[in-house]
């Protein structure tokens, strides 16, 4: 059973910046599809980033292309999302998910993900 456990999040001004982890543990398989998503109230899940574990090959929404990087530590078991010039829109839940390899074809639909965090939540203020 994979189980993965998000933090990082906190309150920033915009312009600043976050580093998210995510620590994951139980891996079955040799590769996944890792990614994070995000949730604002009211709002539908939405996703922000991939990442390939086998060929670290990455993907990201077009809202923080440019801003934000996806990125894996195997020795530490962690999923890391750096954010950069952070906006206030930017603001919400933010979870990591793992899932098998072919969702890296689809890997912005939430479903199809077979593990997830419980959350850690940003707020950027203007």
């Known amino acids: 059973q994979v189980q993965l456990v998000e933090s990082g999040g906190d309150s920033v001004q915009a312009g600043r910046s976050l580093r998210l982890s995510c620590a994951a543990s139980?891996?079955?398989?040799?590769?996944?599809?890792m990614a994070w998503f995000r949730q604002a109230p009211g709002k539908e899940r939405e996703g922000v980033a991939a990442?390939?574990?086998?060929?670290?090959?990455?993907y990201y929404a077009g809202s923080v292309k440019g801003r934000f990087t996806i990125s894996q530590d195997n020795a530490k078991n962690t999923l890391y999302l750096q954010m950069n010039s952070l906006k206030p829109e930017d603001t919400a839940m933010y979870y990591c998910?793992?899932?098998?390899?072919?969702?890296?074809?689809?890997?912005?639909?939430?479903?199809?993900?077979?593990?997830w965090g419980q959350g850690t939540q940003v707020t950027v203020s203007s």
């Open positions: 990442i390939y574990t086998s060929s670290r090959s990455t």
């Open positions: 139980g891996y079955t398989y040799s590769s996944y599809c």
């Open positions: 998910a793992a899932g098998p390899p072919h969702l890296r074809w689809t890997w912005a639909t939430h479903s199809g993900y077979n593990y």
